[in-house]
Protein backbone atom coordinates (compact mmCIF):
# COMPACT_ATOMS: atom_id res chain seq x y z
CA UNK A 1 0.00 0.00 0.00
CA UNK A 2 0.99 3.84 0.17
CA UNK A 3 1.92 3.84 -3.22
CA UNK A 4 3.04 7.16 -4.98
CA UNK A 5 3.62 7.04 -8.80
CA UNK A 6 5.24 10.27 -10.87
CA UNK A 7 4.82 10.92 -14.73
CA UNK A 8 6.40 11.07 -16.30
CA UNK A 9 9.62 9.48 -15.19
CA UNK A 10 12.19 11.29 -17.57
CA UNK A 11 11.43 14.44 -19.49
CA UNK A 12 13.53 16.90 -21.91
CA UNK A 13 12.47 20.29 -23.02
CA UNK A 14 14.02 23.26 -24.84
CA UNK A 15 14.57 26.43 -22.69
CA UNK A 16 11.81 28.56 -22.86
CA UNK A 17 9.00 26.05 -22.99
CA UNK A 18 6.55 24.49 -19.96
CA UNK A 19 6.97 21.13 -18.50
CA UNK A 20 4.40 19.59 -16.16
CA UNK A 21 4.66 16.62 -13.58
CA UNK A 22 2.06 14.76 -12.45
CA UNK A 23 2.38 12.92 -8.45
CA UNK A 24 -0.51 10.90 -7.97
CA UNK A 25 -1.33 8.60 -5.11
CA UNK A 26 -2.68 4.90 -6.51
CA UNK A 27 -4.53 3.13 -2.86
CA UNK A 28 -4.72 6.64 -0.70
CA UNK A 29 -6.18 9.65 -0.25
CA UNK A 30 -3.13 12.35 -0.23
CA UNK A 31 -4.26 15.16 2.10
CA UNK A 32 -1.15 16.83 1.76
CA UNK A 33 1.30 16.21 -1.00
CA UNK A 34 4.77 18.14 -1.18
CA UNK A 35 7.43 18.48 -3.86
CA UNK A 36 10.92 18.17 -3.59
CA UNK A 37 14.29 19.26 -5.85
CA UNK A 38 17.36 17.19 -5.78
CA UNK A 39 20.35 18.34 -7.65
CA UNK A 40 22.91 15.17 -8.48
CA UNK A 41 24.55 13.78 -5.67
CA UNK A 42 22.58 16.48 -3.01
CA UNK A 43 19.96 16.24 -0.30
CA UNK A 44 16.58 16.49 -1.40
CA UNK A 45 15.37 20.64 -0.83
CA UNK A 46 11.76 21.36 -0.21
CA UNK A 47 10.24 23.61 -2.77
CA UNK A 48 6.25 23.39 -1.55
CA UNK A 49 3.25 21.97 0.57
CA UNK A 50 0.17 21.46 -0.90
CA UNK A 51 -3.03 20.87 0.80
CA UNK A 52 -6.29 19.47 -1.23
CA UNK A 53 -8.28 22.32 -2.70
CA UNK A 54 -5.56 25.00 -1.06
CA UNK A 55 -2.80 26.94 -2.58
CA UNK A 56 0.67 25.83 -2.27
CA UNK A 57 2.70 27.13 0.96
CA UNK A 58 6.28 27.86 -1.05
CA UNK A 59 9.52 27.40 0.75
CA UNK A 60 11.79 30.26 1.13
CA UNK A 61 13.13 31.22 -2.20
CA UNK A 62 11.09 28.95 -4.42
CA UNK A 63 9.59 31.18 -7.50
CA UNK A 64 6.20 30.49 -7.11
CA UNK A 65 5.38 31.95 -10.46
CA UNK A 66 7.71 29.47 -11.65
CA UNK A 67 6.85 26.81 -10.45
CA UNK A 68 3.16 26.37 -10.43
CA UNK A 69 1.42 23.65 -7.71
CA UNK A 70 -1.87 22.48 -8.26
CA UNK A 71 -3.61 20.18 -5.86
CA UNK A 72 -7.19 19.74 -7.62
CA UNK A 73 -8.15 16.50 -5.77
CA UNK A 74 -6.85 14.17 -3.31
CA UNK A 75 -4.81 11.76 -5.39
CA UNK A 76 -3.14 14.43 -7.95
CA UNK A 77 -0.64 17.13 -7.50
CA UNK A 78 0.82 18.41 -10.25
CA UNK A 79 4.25 20.83 -10.64
CA UNK A 80 4.38 22.74 -13.76
CA UNK A 81 7.89 24.32 -14.42
CA UNK A 82 6.90 27.65 -16.68
CA UNK A 83 9.34 28.88 -19.23
CA UNK A 84 11.98 26.09 -18.08
CA UNK A 85 15.93 26.82 -18.59
CA UNK A 86 18.92 24.57 -18.04
CA UNK A 87 19.32 26.19 -14.65
CA UNK A 88 16.12 23.76 -13.62
CA UNK A 89 17.51 20.87 -14.77
CA UNK A 90 16.73 18.43 -11.77
CA UNK A 91 15.33 15.62 -10.26
CA UNK A 92 12.10 16.53 -8.78
CA UNK A 93 10.07 14.03 -6.07
CA UNK A 94 6.95 14.13 -4.76
CA UNK A 95 5.53 12.96 -1.47
CA UNK A 96 2.27 12.31 0.15
CA UNK A 97 1.23 12.33 3.00
CA UNK A 98 -2.39 10.26 3.71
CA UNK A 99 -5.50 11.05 5.59
CA UNK A 100 -4.67 7.52 7.92
CA UNK A 101 -1.55 7.89 8.10
CA UNK A 102 0.47 9.51 11.07
CA UNK A 103 1.15 12.79 10.55
CA UNK A 104 5.00 12.52 10.05
CA UNK A 105 4.47 9.95 7.60
CA UNK A 106 5.46 10.99 3.95
CA UNK A 107 4.79 8.29 1.30
CA UNK A 108 7.75 9.57 -1.83
CA UNK A 109 7.45 9.08 -5.68
CA UNK A 110 10.27 7.28 -7.88
CA UNK A 111 10.75 11.04 -8.95
CA UNK A 112 11.41 12.99 -12.54
CA UNK A 113 14.40 13.69 -14.23
CA UNK A 114 13.88 17.06 -16.14
CA UNK A 115 16.95 18.13 -18.45
CA UNK A 116 16.23 21.58 -20.32
CA UNK A 117 18.52 22.08 -23.34
CA UNK B 1 18.48 27.11 12.70
CA UNK B 2 16.49 23.90 10.33
CA UNK B 3 19.78 21.98 9.65
CA UNK B 4 20.11 17.96 9.86
CA UNK B 5 24.23 17.85 9.81
CA UNK B 6 25.12 14.20 8.23
CA UNK B 7 28.79 12.61 7.66
CA UNK B 8 30.46 10.92 6.48
CA UNK B 9 29.71 11.87 3.12
CA UNK B 10 30.28 8.05 1.96
CA UNK B 11 31.55 5.03 3.47
CA UNK B 12 33.14 2.13 2.28
CA UNK B 13 32.29 -0.98 4.08
CA UNK B 14 32.68 -5.12 3.81
CA UNK B 15 30.09 -7.68 3.59
CA UNK B 16 29.18 -8.70 7.09
CA UNK B 17 30.21 -5.98 8.49
CA UNK B 18 28.23 -2.63 10.52
CA UNK B 19 28.04 0.18 8.89
CA UNK B 20 27.27 3.65 10.96
CA UNK B 21 26.15 6.68 9.74
CA UNK B 22 25.60 9.72 11.91
CA UNK B 23 23.50 13.27 12.23
CA UNK B 24 23.14 16.12 14.08
CA UNK B 25 20.69 18.47 14.81
CA UNK B 26 20.53 22.03 15.95
CA UNK B 27 16.44 22.46 16.38
CA UNK B 28 14.98 21.63 19.44
CA UNK B 29 11.46 21.30 17.74
CA UNK B 30 12.19 18.57 15.29
CA UNK B 31 9.95 15.52 17.06
CA UNK B 32 10.40 12.93 14.21
CA UNK B 33 13.60 11.24 13.07
CA UNK B 34 13.41 8.88 10.17
CA UNK B 35 16.29 7.36 7.84
CA UNK B 36 15.73 7.02 4.36
CA UNK B 37 16.72 4.55 1.53
CA UNK B 38 17.51 6.05 -1.98
CA UNK B 39 18.74 3.84 -4.98
CA UNK B 40 19.64 5.93 -8.17
CA UNK B 41 17.30 7.41 -10.22
CA UNK B 42 14.58 6.49 -7.25
CA UNK B 43 12.89 8.46 -5.09
CA UNK B 44 13.86 7.92 -0.93
CA UNK B 45 12.54 5.22 0.70
CA UNK B 46 11.42 5.21 4.37
CA UNK B 47 13.96 2.52 6.51
CA UNK B 48 13.14 3.39 9.99
CA UNK B 49 12.06 6.17 12.28
CA UNK B 50 12.27 7.11 15.88
CA UNK B 51 10.35 9.75 18.17
CA UNK B 52 12.92 12.29 20.58
CA UNK B 53 11.28 10.00 23.44
CA UNK B 54 13.10 6.65 22.75
CA UNK B 55 16.92 5.97 22.80
CA UNK B 56 16.97 3.31 20.63
CA UNK B 57 14.59 1.55 17.84
CA UNK B 58 15.55 -1.57 15.93
CA UNK B 59 14.06 -3.05 12.90
CA UNK B 60 15.73 -6.33 11.45
CA UNK B 61 19.47 -5.18 10.77
CA UNK B 62 18.54 -1.81 11.10
CA UNK B 63 18.66 0.14 14.14
CA UNK B 64 18.96 4.04 15.23
CA UNK B 65 20.32 4.87 18.23
CA UNK B 66 19.68 8.33 19.62
CA UNK B 67 20.95 10.99 22.37
CA UNK B 68 18.14 14.09 23.01
CA UNK B 69 20.59 15.57 25.25
CA UNK B 70 23.64 15.71 22.14
CA UNK B 71 21.14 16.37 19.88
CA UNK B 72 22.16 13.26 17.69
CA UNK B 73 20.73 10.02 15.91
CA UNK B 74 22.81 7.29 14.11
CA UNK B 75 22.24 4.36 11.95
CA UNK B 76 23.91 1.16 12.18
CA UNK B 77 23.28 -1.29 9.81
CA UNK B 78 24.84 -4.72 11.12
CA UNK B 79 25.56 -7.40 8.51
CA UNK B 80 25.86 -4.98 5.49
CA UNK B 81 25.24 -6.48 2.33
CA UNK B 82 25.95 -5.20 -1.20
CA UNK B 83 22.34 -4.91 -1.36
CA UNK B 84 22.42 -2.43 1.31
CA UNK B 85 24.48 -0.39 -1.41
CA UNK B 86 22.65 3.50 -1.55
CA UNK B 87 22.46 6.79 -0.18
CA UNK B 88 21.41 7.05 2.77
CA UNK B 89 19.49 10.71 3.92
CA UNK B 90 18.31 11.18 7.55
CA UNK B 91 16.17 13.82 8.50
CA UNK B 92 14.05 15.48 10.78
CA UNK B 93 10.50 16.53 11.01
CA UNK B 94 8.97 20.04 12.37
CA UNK B 95 5.94 21.52 12.66
CA UNK B 96 4.83 23.79 9.54
CA UNK B 97 1.70 25.24 10.88
CA UNK B 98 -2.16 23.74 9.61
CA UNK B 99 -1.80 20.34 9.78
CA UNK B 100 1.55 20.21 7.67
CA UNK B 101 4.82 18.80 9.39
CA UNK B 102 7.73 19.20 6.99
CA UNK B 103 10.82 16.82 6.39
CA UNK B 104 14.60 18.63 6.39
CA UNK B 105 16.95 16.19 5.15
CA UNK B 106 20.51 15.83 5.67
CA UNK B 107 23.29 15.92 3.03
CA UNK B 108 23.22 12.17 2.14
CA UNK B 109 26.06 9.25 3.09
CA UNK B 110 26.81 7.02 -0.32
CA UNK B 111 27.51 3.58 1.44
CA UNK B 112 29.16 0.93 -0.98
CA UNK B 113 28.96 -2.57 0.06
CA UNK B 114 31.93 -4.80 -1.13
CA UNK B 115 31.16 -8.00 -1.34
Known amino acids: GAVVSQHPSWVICKSGTSVKIECRSLDFQATTMFWYRQFPKQSLMLMATSNEGSKATYEQGVEKDKFLINHASLTLSTLTVTSAHPEDSSFYICSARSRTSGKYEQYFGPGTRLTVT | QQQVKQSPQSLIVQKGGISIINCAYENTAFDYFPWYQQFPGKGPALLIAIRPDVSEKKEGRFTISFNKSAKQFSLHIMDSQPGDSATYFC??????????????FGKGTLLTVNP
Open chain 2, 91 to 104: AASTYSGGSNYKLT
